[in-house]
């Protein structure tokens, strides 16, 4: 029953995403009583879009700002495993199920997922809600991962002519952009929000139910991303 046991975001302000990020995963360990140094795999997430800014190895940055595996490598150490996973608006998807696969093959007891975007420069414009998301994985975690699906088949052609340092994709006069289909089983939703803000929405939608759950997201090009939960 590989899956979640503990979550917790919170917008990023005016600290570096780093920072936001280490402040809420030694609260979430210290919160639910989890040792940090239980951790073996370090896996970050945001939302790939050319002109987003992300720190190349981010996962390896927070491991080492967290202190965890950093001791000398004998042949009876641990390793610590950190890298990066994004794949547009899907990337949170991609890197749970990466957790997933791997968790069982390890011999610590937890994966640890982050997300979170930033403001490019202080020039370019930003709709965008910043906000940093951390969970922890187990083999017994409450909320259950059940399955993922990814679909491409209705890929269209777009991409980003402006690579500019100072450009912003402006999708926000697109209305199916901004489409989010929420019922009581399928968190059916645009890729509006970015990696942090749609896993806190989310989770929070999904804290209080019970059952098996549907989380979907639409990449605006035309790609589909499915992970099925069951909240016990």
Request: hydrophobic residues 35%; proline residues 3%; charged residues 25%.
């Amino acid at each position: 029953m590989v899956g979640i046991i503990a979550w917790k975001a919170k917008p990023i302000g005016k600290q570096s995403l780093l920072t936001s990020l280490k402040k809420i995963v030694k609260s979430l360990c210290l919160e639910n009583n989890l040792n940090i140094n239980d951790i073996g795999l370090i896996i970050h997430t945001g939302t790939f879009r050319q002109n987003f800014r992300a720190e190349p190895a981010f996962a390896t940055h927070l491991q080492k700002s967290l202190k965890i595996g950093l001791g000398m490598v004998t042949n009876s150490s641990e390793h610590v495993f950190s890298f990066d996973l994004m794949d547009g608006n899907a990337g949170p998807h991609q890197a749970i199920e990466a957790a997933i696969d791997f968790l069982p093959d390890l011999n610590s007891k937890y994966a640890l997922i982050t997300a979170g975007d930033v403001k490019p420069n202080k020039k370019t414009k930003w709709s965008h809600k910043p906000i940093s998301f951390a969970c922890i994985i187990s083999k017994t975690g409450r909320i259950e991962f059940l399955k993922s699906e990814f679909d491409y088949s209705t890929q269209n052609d777009y991409k980003c002519e402006s690579k500019g340092w100072n450009i912003y994709e402006n999708i926000d006069d697109d209305a199916k952009n901004k489409v989010h289909n929420i019922s009581d089983n399928h968190f059916n939703s645009s890729s509006e929000w970015l990696a942090g803000e749609q896993m806190e929405k989310f989770f929070s939608w999904a804290e209080n139910k019970t059952g098996e759950l549907i989380h979907t997201i639409n990449d605006r090009s035309g790609r589909k991303s499915t992970v099925y939960w069951k909240v016990h």
